[in-house]
Every structure is written in C-alpha cells, then in structure tokens.
C-alpha cells in the first residue's frame, strides 16, 4: 500500500520560510518522479514544483521559481520542498505527489498516480 505523508505545514509571516517534507512509502521510491501540488480555497489544485527520478532535474511554477526549491533523498524515501520569501498568495494546502514515468516532470493533475493528503501552509500579512 503506497503511503505519501506531508509534513511541515504551518503558520508563518511574510518573508519567511517553511521546509515541507513528504516521506514515501510502499512503493520503490527512486523509480518514481516526485512533485509538489497546491489548492487555495475555491480554487483548482494546481502545479507548484517537480522532479525526476535522480532529482537532477527539476521544474517549476512561474510563481515560485526563485523562491522554492525542490529536492528528494532517494536513500530516505523523501522529498523536499523548501519555501522561502513566501507570500500571502501561497496560503494553500501542499500536496505530495508520485509519477510512475521517472523522467518526466508533470505539470498536470491527470499525470501522477499517487496523492498525499495535504499539509496547510499559511502566510499572513
């Protein structure tokens, strides 16, 4: 049974930073690409960062580049994302997710095959 748990969420002012972590489990870890997802309130679930199986490449949304960094450790089962200069407009709930195709950085719901239950990440003014 595939287990994707988020950790790291929390409360935090403008300008600071917040290191996410998603600990992976039942699945063989270093096959998989990895990526970060986010939902607001009232709005799609959309792309935050990905990537691939050896985390030597990665991509990312315009709206974070510059400010988050993805990164996974393969011999842990885990992967990271660290946040920093946040703002208000990346309060949401972060999603871990898993890609069976090791390569690809997929920017699309539809493209993982494993879903984390979330961690709520808040910037306030």
């Known amino acids: 049974q595939v287990q994707l748990v988020e950790s790291g969420g929390g409360l935090v002012q403008a300008g600071g930073s917040l290191r996410l972590s998603c600990a992976a489990s039942?699945?063989?870890?270093?096959?998989?690409?990895m990526g970060w997802f986010r939902q607001a309130p009232g709005k799609e679930r959309e792309f935050v960062a990905a990537?691939?199986?050896?985390?030597?490449?990665?991509g990312y949304a315009d709206s974070v580049k510059g400010r988050f960094t993805i990164s996974r450790d393969n011999a842990k089962n885990m992967v990271h994302l660290q946040m920093n200069s946040l703002k208000p407009e990346d309060t949401a709930t972060y999603y871990c997710?898993?890609?069976?195709?090791?390569?690809?950085?997929?920017?699309?719901?539809?493209?993982?095959?494993?879903w984390g239950q979330g961690t709520q990440v808040t910037v306030a003014t």
């Open positions: 997710a898993a890609d069976r195709r090791p390569v690809l950085l997929g920017v699309t719901r539809g493209g993982y095959d494993y």
């Open positions: 039942g699945l063989a870890f270093s096959n998989y690409a």
């Open positions: 990537l691939n199986w050896r985390g030597g490449s990665t």
